[in-house]
Each structure stands twice: as C-alpha cells, then as structure tokens.
C-alpha cells in the first residue's frame, strides 16, 4: 500500500484541494482518497501539484519520424501537401522514431492516447505498450463516390491486422468534412458499433469553411493539382461541420478535432444532433501550422467538453499534454486551472471510452498519478510533470 500526499491535490470534483491524501495498492489502483490528518504513518509527501495520468486524445503516432521536417506557419494545405510527399523513410528508421515518441508520452506522464493511423507502422509497438491506445482507423477518399468502396476495402484491411492489447479499442473513421464522399461515410457508419468513438479533423484552417460556403478556395485547387475535380460537389452554404453532422452517428463518442475556427453557433448546433460530443484542441499544433488557436471561450460559453491532442511530432514539437496546457494559459489565460486539467484527463478519458479506468482519482481506478512541478500560484509557465506510479 502507497499512500501520498502533495501540496496540492487535484480530485475527482473538479477543484483542487490542499488538505488531502491518496491511498493506492502497489499496482497504483485507487483504495481511497482521505483527509491528510488521517492518514498517519509511512506517508509519502510530495511538492507539487498531483493530478491523474494525461489523456493524450489526438496523435499520429506513424508521423513521428518527420520530427522538423516540416516548416511551420505555412498553413495547412501547404503542410498536408509536404506530409503526403515526405512522409517515406525506412522501416527501422519509423520504428525509432515510434519508439522514441511513446517513451516521450510515458516519461510526461501520459497514460492513453487516441492515435491515428492510415498504416500499419504503430501495431507492433502498441501490441504491447504500457500506454492504453484508441486506434482510429482513418478513411478519406478525396470526396470520390467513385472510390468510396475501395478506399473502405483498403482502410479495413489495416484495421483487420491490428493486435488489440487489452483495454485497448480500435474504430474506422472519417478523416475531415472536406476528404470523405457520402459512401464512404455511409461504410465507415456500418462498420462501427454504438459504443465506439468516432475522430474527425475539423475546421483546421479557413479554406474549409470557403469550400463549404462558396464552393471555392485552396481545397479546389489542392484537388486540381493531383487530378480530382469535385464533381458531384454542392456548397452547403454553411460552415463545414454542418455537412459533417448528418452523417456521424447520435450513439457514438464523436470527437471533433483543431475546431481552429469553430463558432458558438457550430457548437451548439453539434451538441443538439451529437449529445455525446468532444473537442479535441492541439493547441501548439495549430500554432504549428496556421499560426493561430481556436477562441477556448466559444467552448466554455456553451458548456462544452473539451479534451487536449499533442497531434503529431510533424506538426509539434514535442508530444507532452502539459506543454499544450501551457500555450493554451500563456494565451488565453482567463480559462482556469481547474478546467485545464478536466479537459487533460477525466474528459479526454471520457471522450475514448477509458473513463472505467483513468481520468479521475476515484476509488477502483488504476488512473496514473503524475506530480507537476514547478508552479507559482496557478500558473504552469516552469513547470514539468512526471509520472509518480
Ligand atoms: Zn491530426
């Protein structure tokens, strides 16, 4: 039995608390959490902030050899046009690079993560990874009907080859409003049981919203440039998560990822169609590529619950949730502490189903304790994590 107190706690109540202890069995499974004036002896005290293991809820962990070889501030069709060209290398040099980057997650104290994959390259490490993994299993075809049913062919022979460790989960999806035809929305759809989580990219960058309002823009000519006309296109005449919702599925965790430039009005219509909605923000990535973040009090003013990506080591750089927590409190300060760490665990467990085990220090959880360092008052500028058990 390991018992720790801290200068700080933060609980499954949302709040932080100083007057505190936790009691878990050497595993690190939760067997209660008590008034630090009863825990007596053989306490272990801590200096810091105690919080449960990060959910890391947006990766692409088969990018992570094409560490800074990406420019950044490009925007993100100049950056998809750069991955798709670069992404080649050797197997051993993908595999070290995999390897390096889960470590980097282990060390900061991540304890599961929503990673997506096209390929195969993650298998072999996550089969048997001591982090809990939501393989999302991406599909685009370019808006093609045409290709809807060989591309669904194509991505479910990657799913059928994954070894799922337990606790893990695996699902087929939709990579973003702009790429997938209605067919193969429709095939993703079928495929998918209710309890799933559903990852979409979404409103990442303005062309987007210009392709689905207009009919016009950088995605027209993204296409042009390797051959595909939009034929059967029709502008919406809306934003472009509108065009998304009819066909994602009111059962499903459906999680919403960047969300750069989603409005109140985008949120709350989601969250009428889709309850069980999530919004991932990969705050240090969107700086990374276009330069600029999602307005987080849009979020907060329509109760939404948000959940914290890393997006890839292309895109990043480095894949550490308390690194995004500090952009988001460096530039838009006024969102609390307290509703930081929610979107860093209990709500990023939520929104991949992990709730049973991880996010919150509740009696029976196994969640990962990490010990955050370094904080004057609420502010997280010098600090560092890691994991404690
Ligand atoms: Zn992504």
Redesign the pocket.
Same mark, same amino acid.
């Given at each position: 039995m390991n018992k720790f107190t801290a200068d700080r706690i933060f609980l499954s109540d949302g709040r932080i608390h100083n007057d505190k202890a936790i009691i878990t069995d050497a595993n690190g499974r939760i067997l209660d959490v008590i008034d630090k004036s009863d825990a007596g002896e053989a306490v272990q005290h801590l200096h810091g902030l105690l919080v449960p293991g990060f959910i890391n809820t *947006?990766c *692409?962990l088969e990018l992570s050899h094409m560490k800074g070889k990406v420019n950044t501030g490009t925007g993100l069709i100049p950056f998809i046009e750069s991955v798709v060209t670069t992404r080649g290398a050797g197997e051993e040099e993908i595999q070290n690079a995999i390897e390096q980057a889960e470590d980097e997650m282990l060390n900061s104290g991540i304890v599961a993560v929503g990673d997506?994959s096209n390929q195969v390259d993650t298998f072999r490490v996550k089969s048997t990874s001591k982090l809990r993994y939501y393989t999302f299993i991406e599909c685009f075809d370019f808006m093609q009907e045409e290709k809807g049913q060989e591309t669904f062919d194509q991505y479910k022979a990657v799913f059928d080859q994954i070894n799922l460790a337990e606790g893990s989960k695996i699902s087929l999806v939709p990579h973003a409003p702009y790429s997938v035809s209605d067919t193969l929305y429709k095939l993703i759809h079928e495929a998918n049981a209710d309890d799933d989580t559903i990852s979409i *990219?979404n409103q990442e960058t303005p062309p987007e919203n210009e392709l689905f309002f207009t009919g016009s823009g950088g995605f027209v000519d993204f296409y042009r440039s390797f051959g595909v006309e939009l034929k059967g296109f029709t502008p919406t005449g809306r934003s472009s998560i509108h065009s998304a919702l009819p066909h994602l599925n009111p059962k499903n965790r459906n999680l919403f990822?960047h969300n750069t430039l989603t409005t109140e009005e985008d949120i709350r219509a989601t969250q009428n169609v889709l309850p069980n909605t999530f919004w991932a923000t990969c705050a240090n990535a969107n700086l990374y590529i276009e330069n600029r973040l999602p307005n987080y009090q849009n979020f907060l003013n329509t109760n939404a619950k948000l959940t914290i990506g890393t997006?890839s080591l292309t895109s990043n750089w480095q894949l550490n949730v308390l690194e995004e927590m500090k952009t988001i409190q460096k530039f838009q300060s006024y969102v609390p502490l307290e509703t930081l760490l929610t979107w860093a665990t209990i709500n990023g467990a939520e929104a991949l189903g992990f709730d049973d085990t991880l996010g919150s220090f509740v009696k029976g959880k196994t969640p990962g304790i990490v010990l955050i360092e370094g904080m004057s008052a609420n502010s997280l500028k010098n600090t560092t994590s890691k994991r404690i058990i």
């Open positions: *947006h *692409h997506i *990219h990822v997006d």
